[in-house]
């Protein structure tokens, strides 16, 4: 595939992304009965996506995403049930996904892939070490920090319930469906930026790759798995990129983390204003 058109075909994945999760939650909240506009869906979405590349484990994303939805007129009570069965629809397509891409590709993966990672970790195993001692640490720490008491969380928790019952099976069957649209862009990028390498590796293992690299993310402390993630995509965990590697980390960096990152700050800026972010990110400072 040429260079052009494997960017385009990335730009396209990048923008199918944010319409498929704007739709997912314009479509949990109208259920709800609060009517949300796309381009606030989308606001929404990006603003919480900003905040997640640049917090450990992204638990940033989510309270950006309530301050997002608070903002553009939803109720508390609606915005916690909605983002609720976000991860209830969601889940469970990853946890699909990880099952069928384990089955189908990781024998190739472990045949082909596997040995280039590994023989790329041992040239940096002190590195790898290290970093894996202070995921542990800060994944602990972290987890203390946002761990909330069931008392706390009891009463949202039970209006979670009521309105499941009350919401149409086709609305979380539409969720799940948009969220399993969401992990193929995302997982696709990788892939398809590595057929423009000179050697390509199988893609197979490629598709396996970049699934793990992705929502490893997810369980890792520093922001967007930094360092960890990018290390393990240079090692080889997606197939080798040769001499291209650091550009190709670069370029799928770009469609996965910072184009979200550009367009959740434009829209944070221009929803909430300059003033209100600096004022809420003091508050923040211990």
Avoid: K
Avoid at 189 to 216: E, N, R, W
């Amino acid at each position: 595939m040429t260079l052009l058109a494997a960017h385009l075909l990335c730009v396209g994945l990048v923008a199918l992304d944010q319409l498929v999760r704007a739709l997912r939650i314009r479509l949990l909240i109208g259920a709800i009965g609060h009517p949300l506009s796309l381009r606030d869906a989308v606001a929404i979405n990006a603003i919480g996506d900003t905040a997640s590349a640049v917090t450990p484990m992204r638990i940033g994303g989510e309270p950006a995403r309530l301050a997002g939805l608070l903002h553009h007129g939803v109720p508390a009570t609606a915005s916690f049930v909605a983002q609720a069965f976000e991860v209830i629809t969601q889940w469970p397509m990853v946890i699909l996904s990880t099952v069928v891409l384990g089955i189908w590709f990781a024998p190739g993966w472990l045949e082909q892939t596997g040995p280039l990672f590994l023989q790329g970790l041992r040239r940096t195993w002190v590195v790898v070490a290290v970093l894996g001692a202070i995921s542990v640490v800060v994944w602990l720490l972290v987890r203390r920090v946002v761990h909330l008491a069931p008392r706390m969380t009891r009463r949202p928790w039970r209006r979670v319930r009521v309105y499941g019952r009350r919401l149409p099976p086709g609305t979380l069957l539409a969720s799940a469906v948009l969220g399993f649209i969401n992990v193929a862009c995302r997982t696709a990028i990788l892939p398809l930026l590595m057929t423009t390498l000179p050697d390509p590796p199988p893609l197979g293992p490629a598709i396996l790759g970049s699934f793990a690299l992705l929502y490893s993310q997810l369980v890792l402390p520093t922001p967007s798995g930094a360092g960890v993630v990018d290390l393990g995509l240079l090692a080889g965990a997606a197939g080798s990129a040769g001499e291209d590697g650091v550009t190709l980390l670069f370029w799928w960096r770009f469609y996965t983390t910072i184009i979200g990152v550009l367009v959740g700050a434009w829209f944070a800026l221009h929803d909430f204003g300059w003033r209100a972010l600096r004022g809420a990110v003091r508050r923040e400072r211990p």
